[in-house]
């Protein structure tokens, strides 16, 4: 059974950082794309950033502040935020795409974590 | 980047009857290398994460009931619930995954009338 726990969230200042977790299970995570999809409270979903082993991918709102990484080692996948805005404020999923492209549908996604930017 | 619109933003339905959601891309998302549809579908219900439904504008996934069918190509989809059941009230989004950004459209709230 594939399972995404996705951790780090929380309450933050505006220009600080956080850094995002998810530790999968139930596939193999080296050889599959990860993606990280965020919602905003009461909105739709926005692509955030995807991950497939050999390239990277982000959104233009998230470019230059944000970074995906893994660690194949811990089956574990992160998301690194740095210079937090108030229009960061959402629920953060951990997405594991169809197939090893970062091109695939979203085929299954974690519970999420709430990181709220806010003074 | 490719805007998706979705139509319309909500819908009521009567139990067993028939659902349909479109969904427009600004430039087509048909690879012509493979004539794949790079479109899927998804589902989300109050307090939950969404749920893949439909990928390849018409492939339903793993355990997703035949009643949800994905049909269309290039720019314009829809998704068709054949006979509502109280368990689909949920938001429905399409997304293109031919490129990045990957964008969705803006979901369409689907209840019961």
């Known amino acids: 059974e594939v399972q995404l726990l996705a951790s780090g969230g929380g309450l933050v200042q505006p220009g600080g950082s956080l850094r995002l977790s998810c530790a999968a299970s139930g596939f193999t995570f080296s050889s599959n794309a990860m993606s990280w999809v965020r919602q905003a409270p009461g909105k739709g979903l926005e692509w955030v950033s995807s991950d497939s082993g050999h390239s990277t991918y982000y959104a233009d709102s998230v470019k230059g502040r944000f970074t995906i990484s893994r660690d194949n080692s811990k089956n574990t996948l992160f998301l690194q935020m740095n210079s937090l805005r108030a229009e960061d404020t959402a629920v953060y999923y951990c997405v594991k795409n169809s197939g090893g492209s970062c091109y695939s549908g979203l085929g299954y996604w974690g519970q999420g974590t709430l990181v709220t930017v806010s003074s | ?113």
């Open chain 2, 1 to 113: 980047d490719i805007v998706m619109t979705q139509s319309p933003d909500s819908l009521a339905v009567s139990l067993g009857e028939r659902a349909t959601i479109n969904c427009k891309s600004s430039q087509s998302v048909l690879y012509s290398s493979n004539k794949k549809n790079y479109l899927a579908w998804y589902q989300q219900k109050p307090g939950h994460p969404p749920k893949l439904l439909i990928s390849w504008a018409f492939t339903r996934d793993s355990g997703v009931p035949d009643r949800f069918s994905g049909s269309g190509s290039g720019t314009d989809f829809t998704l068709t619930i054949s006979s509502l059941q109280a368990e689909d009230v949920a938001v429905y989004y399409c997304q293109q995954y031919y490129s990045t950004p990957l964008t969705f459209g803006g979901g369409t709230k689907v209840e019961i009338k």
